[in-house]
C-alpha cells in the first residue's frame, strides 16, 4: 500500500513525513511525497528544493521505505494533493496542521481542512 505526505520543508510538513515514516516502517507501506507550489516554484518556500528532498530520501532510505517525490504547481493545493495522491494509488493521506486564528478562517481556506473534507481515502491530520 502506499502513503501520501502532503508535504513542505517546514515542521509541519517534518511532522506529517515522521508520522507516514513510523507508520510505513511496521506496514511495509510506500511513501509518497506530494509538494504544491502556488506560483512559481523558485519563489515559493514551501516547495521542496535540492537538499529538502535529498535528506527525506536518506532518511527514508535509512528505514527502507520506498519513496516517490511528485512535485508540481497548482492553485488549489488540496486539489493537487487528492489528485497526485490519487494517480499514486495512495491508500492513506497524512498532513501536517497548524493553528490558525478565527480571523485566518474566515479570511483564507485551509489545504488541510479542504483535503479532510475531500479525501476519498483516509486522513491522518499531525500537529508537531
Known amino acids: 500500500m502506499t502513503i ?5 520543508p517546514d515542521e509541519f510538513g517534518r ?3 515522521q508520522w507516514a515514516a513510523d507508520h510505513a516502517t511496521t506496514t511495509d507501506d510506500a511513501i509518497v511525497l506530494v509538494n504544491i507550489s ?8 514551501g516547495f521542496a528544493r535540492g ?15 520506498s519513496l516517490e517525490v511528485r512535485q508540481t504547481t497548482g492553485d488549489n493545493v488540496a486539489d493537487a494533493v487528492l489528485f497526485e495522491s490519487e494517480q499514486a494509488g495512495a491508500t ?3 498532513v501536517g ?7 485566518g ?3 483564507m481556506g ?3 481542512q479542504s483535503i479532510l473534507l475531500d479525501s476519498p481515502v483516509p486522513v491522518v491530520a499531525v500537529k508537531p
Open 110 to 112: 485551509s489545504v488541510a
Open 97 to 103: 496542521i497548524r493553528r490558525r486564528s478565527p480571523v
Open 38 to 45: 502556488r506560483g512559481e516554484p523558485r519563489l515559493d518556500a
Open 105 to 107: 478562517k474566515m479570511l
Open 92 to 94: 492513506l493521506i497524512v
Open 15 to 17: 511532522a506529517a513525513l
Open 51 to 65: 537538499r529538502d528532498v535529498q535528506d527525506v530520501t536518506e532518511l527514508l532510505q535509512a528505514k527502507g521505505i
Open 4 to 8: 501520501a505526505v502532503a508535504y513542505r
